[in-house]
Each structure stands twice: as structure tokens, then as C-alpha cells.
């Protein structure tokens, strides 16, 4: 075992936002009872998408019971706050409160300067309505935009808070705010590989020393009025041709493309012998990481090979062989070439066991999360550690020669005493975690 894994970081504390509930016992159910978190989106006029199928937060509102069980004090304090938090980021900020009230950890006994925050996001954008009356101020008389009016007429028309509304630090921000949490605290925007590296980071926070417990996670959307549009423009999103609790479909031979939708997810890390001593259930620990771009001198991302850098890095840095490796979370975007070349690149990684190594992929239940995704699906893995069991692929029915993979299809499939949790962004951008069973 390498000396970085030798430190015994582990995860005692689960908070989970998503399609299929914003606990850990709805997120369970639904992937043991193949229920879809895709349907018709509510939020957004369905001529704004390729596809009128997403999968939203659906018990979300908002509402502060939905960010658990707080103090009067901590209540007032995010009360406050809501007026300054876009959706992401409320996602962002109730996901880690649930992470730190799952994990039974009382803040009045840790050190403040001990514990801190990383967290993923995409890059979080305004919404239209936000702007809207400073672009008409500053409309000329044939209706054009004059941006020679914007400084002095345009901008007065603006909320002065608005960007805190937007800014991508900010989850880690209100989360150390509420909690004061004083130790390292940092922001990552990188999209779906955002989830996997935030935890890294936080990870290594505790490996050298600066921290003893970290709050980490990501948020994201692909549910919004513009991102929605730039999405449908520049990936491969699935069309309306399907039911929508069959349109997501990863690795299918009838796979369309990436299904959007909207999630977060956090988990808290400590030391073990902290764990221990306060006796706290423990989900995983981790053992290997992995981060990567790839891009051809053409300006073409290789997924595939971004992909099996991560893989290959994960199981070096946790000193273990591939047969070791329980299962394979892939990032399973639903989309026909990103899945064949995930699929080229978990082949490449464990070989002749390409036919034996149990791979799930949670976004056939609710699509791309963003960059919440990656740790909704880290998540996902460790409640099947927990349950004894692994959870179908859903709507693969079939198979894809491009995609030779050793799909999960029922509950009766172990775990193992592994997971590798993989994600990838349309640029290539890699990141994967190896955790062990605990």
C-alpha cells in the first residue's frame, strides 16, 4: 500500500440531492427498484430543450427543513443566505448539511481551524430574468442592444447582489460560513470531473496534515434556461423519440445521447482513528485517485485515453492489481461515441476481465447531474456497499458491441470490497477515485 493511502482517510457521513430523492434511503430504493428520476421537466418551457425529458431534484424546493436537522442559530444564518444562493448552490449547500448531520459528528467538539471545505461546481450562470430590465434600458430605438448605455443606464437596473448568486466559491463559502469551518477551503469548476477531484483535494487536506476532517462534494445543473440551450447546440443530447424513463440509456445499442438533469452530493472525511474513536459509521475509504486531459494536437478530446490515464492512476496510487477492483462506476453518459470510448478505455485497463468486472451507471437513472454527478454516483456505490448488493443498469436491453462490458442487470451482483468511480467532461478532463470497502 502506498504511504498517501497508508493515512486511512475515510467517509462517515453521506449527503445526497438528486432525481431520485434527497436522502439516502429514497436514492437506495429507487436504484434496488429500477424508478426513474427522468420525466417531463417542469421547470423549463419544453421548447427550450431537445428533449422535454430531464431528470430535476424533484423533492427539492428549497425549503429549510430540507437542509436537516440545524440549530435555531445555523437555521437564521442559511434563512438568510437563500436570498444570495441560486439553485446549484442551495443543492450545493443542503447536500453538505445533510453530510454533516448524517455523520453524527458534533462540531462543538472539533477544532474550527481542523476542518474544512472543497467543493465541485459547473460553471454556475444567471438566468435571463436577472438581467432582463437592464437590457431593455438599454434597447435603442430600432430595438438593438446600445452597449454604449449599460454603465449608465443598464447596470443601475441590476440587483447590487446578484452575482453572489452565481459565483462558483460560493458553496464552499456559505457551507464554512454556517458551520465555521476555518481550515482549507477551496472551489473547483471543472464540470463532471469536478465531484471526484474536489474529494482528492479534500483528501489530501488530511494527508499532509492541514485538516483532520473535510466537507467535499459538487453541484450542478444542466436544467437552465441557458445551459440547457448551450448543451443541446454543442453535445449530444437525447431526443424525444423515447418514454422518458427510457431515454437515458448507457452503453444501449439504441443509446441517443446524455439525458440532462441536476444534483449534488457530499460526503464528509476524517481520519479513521477519528472515526473510530467517536464511533462513527464508516461508508469507504480511499485508496487511489486519478486526474487527466487528453487532447489530440488537433484539437480533438480523447476521452477514452483521459479515461484510462485516471483508471491506471487510481489503481497505481492505491497499489493495487485490477482483478482487485470490485466494481467499475463509469460515468455512463448515455452518448454514442463517449460511451464506446469509455468502454475502449475499461477494457484497455482490466483486460481479459472486461467480461467480468461489474460496471453500474446511475445516470441511466437520472441523467447528467453536471458536475454534481460524479459524487451522487460515489454515493450511489457506497450504499451498495452498504446493502450488500449492486443496482441494475437501467433500459440497457441491447447490447452494443462497442461497449464489450460486464453490465450490471440485477441485485444480485456483489459489490466487491472496491469501487472506481470514474467521470469525464465533453474536453476530456478526467477524474477518478478507487475507494475501499470498509
Known amino acids: 500500500m502506498s504511504s498517501a493511502s497508508s493515512e486511512n482517510v475515510v467517509i462517515s457521513g453521506l449527503g445526497p440531492i438528486c432525481p431520485l430523492g434527497i436522502d439516502q434511503e429514497s436514492l437506495w430504493t429507487a436504484l434496488e427498484s429500477r424508478t426513474s428520476g427522468v420525466r417531463k421537466v417542469a421547470s423549463l418551457p419544453a421548447d427550450e430543450m431537445k428533449s422535454p425529458f430531464g431528470g430535476e431534484a424533484w423533492d427539492f424546493t428549497g425549503d429549510i427543513e430540507q437542509f436537516g436537522e440545524l440549530e435555531r442559530g445555523t437555521q437564521r444564518l442559511i434563512r438568510k443566505g437563500m436570498r444570495m444562493m441560486c439553485r446549484e448552490i442551495q443543492m450545493g449547500v443542503a447536500a453538505s448539511q445533510k453530510a454533516l448531520e448524517h455523520a453524527k459528528i458534533d462540531l462543538e467538539t472539533v477544532d474550527p481551524e481542523r476542518i474544512g471545505v472543497v467543493y ?34 443598464g447596470i443601475p437596473q441590476m440587483n447590487p447582489l446578484w452575482l453572489l448568486k452565481y459565483l462558483p466559491n460560493m458553496p ?81 445499442l439504441d443509446r441517443q445521447g446524455m439525458v440532462m438533469g441536476e444534483g449534488a452530493g457530499a460526503i464528509l472525511l476524517e481520519r479513521r482513528e477519528n472515526a473510530v474513536a467517536r464511533d462513527a459509521t464508516i461508508y469507504g475509504e480511499i485508496i487511489g485517485y486519478g486526474a487527466s486531459t487528453v487532447i489530440d494536437a488537433d484539437g480533438t478530446p480523447r476521452i477514452d485515453r483521459a479515461l484510462e490515464n485516471v483508471a491506471r492512476q487510481a489503481l497505481e496510487t492505491a497499489d493495487i492489481s485490477p482483478s482487485e477492483v470490485g466494481h467499475v462506476h463509469a ?108
Open 120 to 153: 465541485g461546481c459547473d460553471y454556475i450562470q444567471t438566468t435571463p430574468d436577472e438581467y432582463g430590465d437592464a437590457v431593455r434600458h438599454c434597447l435603442d430605438e430600432d430595438g438593438s442592444f446600445d452597449f454604449g448605455r449599460w454603465a449608465e443606464h
Open 172 to 252: 464552499a463559502s456559505h457551507i464554512a460560513i454556517y458551520n465555521d469551518l476555518r481550515g482549507p477551503n477551496n472551489s473547483l469548476t471543472m464540470r463532471e470531473p469536478a465531484g471526484n477531484q474536489a474529494i482528492t483535494e479534500a483528501y489530501f487536506a488530511i494527508v499532509r496534515g492541514h485538516a483532520d476532517c473535510m466537507l467535499a462534494g459538487s453541484t450542478g445543473t444542466r436544467i437552465h434556461p441557458l445551459k440547457s440551450v448551450q448543451a443541446s447546440m454543442q453535445e449530444t443530447c437525447a431526443g424525444p423519440g423515447m418514454d422518458p424513463d427510457r431515454v437515458s440509456r448507457p452503453f444501449d
Open 331 to 438: 460515468h455512463g453518459l448515455s452518448c454514442p461515441i463517449t460511451d464506446a470510448q469509455e468502454a475502449t478505455a475499461i477494457q484497455a485497463v482490466f483486460g481479459d476481465r472486461d467480461s467480468a468486472v461489474p460496471v453500474v451507471a446511475a445516470k441511466s437513472y437520472f441523467g447528467n447531474l453536471g458536475a454534481g454527478s460524479g459524487t451522487v454516483e460515489l454515493i450511489s456505490s457506497l450504499l451498495a456497499f452498504q446493502n450488500d448488493r449492486l443496482f441494475p443498469v437501467l433500459n440497457y436491453e441491447t447490447p452494443d458491441p462497442a461497449c464489450p462490458l460486464n453490465l450490471v442487470l440485477d441485485t444480485s451482483t456483489p459489490p466487491g470490497d472496491s469501487v472506481l468511480n470514474l467521470s469525464v467532461s465533453p474536453q476530456a478532463q478526467a477524474s477518478s477515485l478507487l475507494i475501499k470497502r470498509c
